[in-house]
Nanobody
Framework: QVQLVESGGGLVQAGGSLRLSCAAS????????MGWFRQAPGKEREFVAA????????PYADFAKGRFTISRDNAKNTVYLQMNSLKPEDTAVYYC???????????????????WGQGTQVTVSS
């Protein structure tokens, strides 16, 4: 079992920045690929970014490219999502998730992820 706890969400004005954190506990963190997903009211959950076990591979959703940066610190069992130039359409609950990475390809579909956090609300005002 892996327990994931997100933090860092909040209310920010458009153009502002937030840094989300996801602290993991329970198993060897470095065995897991990590991902960030989000879900806005009335919409389906969508992929934001993922990061490989070593941190060397970081795919992003198109809307996140150039604005968001995913990173991880395996010594601290934590994954981060730095979000810059935030827009009102970024308003959503953001979730981190984990799965045991066994290959080089990182999964973007949430069904591949075995463990999920409880989510943290991000609200961007215009």
């Amino acid at each position: 079992q892996v327990q994931l706890v997100e933090s860092g969400g909040g209310l920010v004005q458009a153009g502002g920045s937030l840094r989300l954190s996801c602290a993991a506990s329970g198993r060897t963190f470095s065995n897991y690929a990590m991902g960030w997903f989000r879900q806005a009211p009335g919409k389906e959950r969508e992929f934001v970014a993922a990061i490989s076990r070593s941190g060397s591979n970081t795919p992003y959703a198109d809307f996140a490219k150039g604005r968001f940066t995913i990173s991880r610190d395996n010594a601290k069992n934590t994954v981060y999502l730095q979000m810059n130039s935030l827009k009102p359409e970024d308003t959503a609950v953001y979730y981190c998730a984990a799965y045991t990475q066994t290959g080089n390809l990182l999964r973007r579909d949430g069904t591949a992820y075995d463990y999920w956090g409880q989510g943290t609300q991000v609200t961007v005002s215009s």
